[in-house]
């Protein structure tokens, strides 16, 4: 367990307010940027990493889209391509971080 700094794994400000408010509980990720038992703080309160591990982008369901900000899968494979610049691949990988406030 170590900890991090909140803007290595939620690089945008837009990101971390959102976590600290409770928009945002996971964030997939193309490559691994904590380890469960992480920690890192936004804002006062303290976040720990819950879950990570590797995913395929055709096992998201929209659920994961809600706990990421988008309001369904299809809004936020939208969001993922044109943010990216690519086109979504169900074949494809990422990296799940599923973190919870704990302070």
Request: charged share 35%.
């Amino acid at each position: 367990m170590g900890t991090i700094d909140a803007s290595d794994l939620l690089p945008a400000e837009r990101l971390r307010t959102s976590a600290l408010e409770g928009e945002i509980t996971q964030l997939h990720r193309g490559d691994k940027h904590a380890a469960e038992g992480d920690t890192f703080e936004i804002g006062g309160t303290t976040f720990e990493l819950v879950k990570v591990t590797e995913r395929r982008l055709g096992d998201l369901t929209d659920e994961d889209a809600r706990a990421e900000g988008s309001s369904d899968l299809e809004a936020y494979k939208q969001r993922i391509e044109r943010t990216h610049g690519t086109e979504w691949d169900d074949e494809n990988t990422a990296f799940l971080h599923r973190f919870e406030p704990i302070s």
